[in-house]
């Protein structure tokens, strides 16, 4: 069974660089592709982008100049950077498998809330 | 971007009922379209991929149908287990990939 546990700190200060890891286990992060997403309170899901080992990487224009995911295969782990944050990125953030280049999401994690506040 | 936007954004059933919640896509995006289910604290579970096919141990009662901008997800027999909110992605080639607001499925 395939499982995805995000971890970080709760709380980034404006301006900064938020920093999270995904942690799998029962798959290898040599394969297919891992992804970060979000949801801000009382907002949608969005997307931020998903990497393959092999380095393929497709990323939401939005968010592409500050957004940046990379993959440790020592550990079995992906992460997300996301630079400059604002309020705006208060959200829990999620990671995710996708399967193959055009699949859906098909394992996430529960889920990590961050608040960007002073 | 591809807009997604579902209908309607909250649903009141009892258990037993069958409900449907559509979805509809701002261009055509073919089929490439899926389902989710998610809780409160809970990873979100991918019910449905493809428009219109289960993921494997998803219970039948849930089915998806559609194709190029208009896309249903429908629950038989609905379960207390199956109140949750529902959201529709689009995983064409057009980039980002996108997601409808959400629906949330209430007790009546």
């Known amino acids: 069974q395939v499982q995805l546990q995000e971890s970080g700190p709760g709380l980034v200060k404006p301006s900064e660089t938020l920093s999270l890891t995904c942690t799998v286990s029962g798959a290898s992060v040599n394969k297919n592709y891992w992804c970060w997403l979000r949801q801000s309170p009382g907002k949608g899901l969005e997307w931020i982008g998903c990497?393959?080992?092999?380095?393929?990487?497709k990323n939401s224009p939005s968010l592409q100049s500050r957004a940046s995911i990379a993959i440790d295969t020592s550990k079995n782990q992906f992460s997300l950077s996301l630079s400059s944050v604002t309020a705006a990125d208060t959200a829990t953030y999620y990671c995710?498998?996708?399967?193959?280049?055009?699949?859906?999401?098909?394992?996430w994690g529960r889920g990590t809330m961050v608040t960007v506040s002073s | 971007d591809i807009q997604m936007t579902q209908s309607p954004s909250t649903l009141s059933a009892s258990v037993g009922d069958t409900v449907t919640i559509s979805c509809r896509a701002s261009q055509n995006i073919n089929a490439w379209l899926a389902w989710y289910q998610a809780k409160p604290g809970r990873a979100p579970k991918l019910l449905i991929h493809k428009a219109s096919s289960l993921e494997t141990g998803v219970p039948s009662r849930f089915s998806g149908s559609g194709s190029r901008t208009e896309f249903t997800l429908t629950i038989t027999s609905l379960q207390p287990d199956d109140f949750a909110t529902y959201y529709c992605q689009q995983y064409d080639d057009d980039f980002p990939y996108t997601f409808g607001q959400g629906t949330k499925l209430e007790i009546k």
């Open positions: 990497l393959s080992n092999n380095g393929n990487s």
């Open positions: 995710a498998r996708e399967f193959g280049y055009k699949d859906p999401f098909d394992v």
